[in-house]
């Protein structure tokens, strides 16, 4: 018995769009990891020295690798074939300001965010439950809450300041 014949075995009602979508969401996890990783590596900079937003983005490149891995367990559980694709290098190596690289990031997490749905309907056209259960449950609700946190960021940013402002912020963040 092969491993192909074990995949054909357990797999069900998991349509092979799906498994090349979810493939997808893998990649862009990873390179969403990726991004926040160069991020985390600027801020951390002797001349930028904004450790709390290096802990932050380091914070945001962890949860996004887990995401993908987490997406490579599901792709096995349902009998489907994890095709890792190249990771795109990050847009940009410098971020500027602390506020520039924050509405990246919320730019960075709509776009997950909308491949997220797009999947989600995807699965629901080919009448797959379980995954169609599976991704509002585990990730679309996550997603939310990290634009949420995000956005949130970025107005106490506005209404801070630079300066004095910024300083305090980075300390919450490093906190």
Known sequence: ITDANMNTRIRQNYHEECEALINKQINMEF????????MSSYFNRSDLALHGFAKFFMERSDKERGQGVQLMGYQ?????????????????????????????????????????????KTCELKEDAHLSDYIPGE???????????????????????????????????ES
Not at 91 to 119: F, H, I
């Open 76 to 120: 096995a559980n349902r009998g489907g074939k994890v095709v890792l694709l190249e990771i795109a290098k990050p847009s940009r190596l410098e971020w500027g300001t602390a506020m520039d690289a924050m509405t990246a990031a919320l730019e960075l997490e709509k776009t997950v965010n909308q491949n997220l749905l797009d999947l989600q």
């Open 31 to 38: 390179y969403a990891s990726y991004v926040y990783l160069s």
């Open 139 to 173: 990730f679309l609700d996550e997603q939310v809450e990290g634009i949420k946190m995000i956005g949130d960021l970025i107005t106490k940013m506005k209404r801070t300041g630079d300066g004095l402002g910024l300083h305090i912020m980075d300390r919450e963040l």
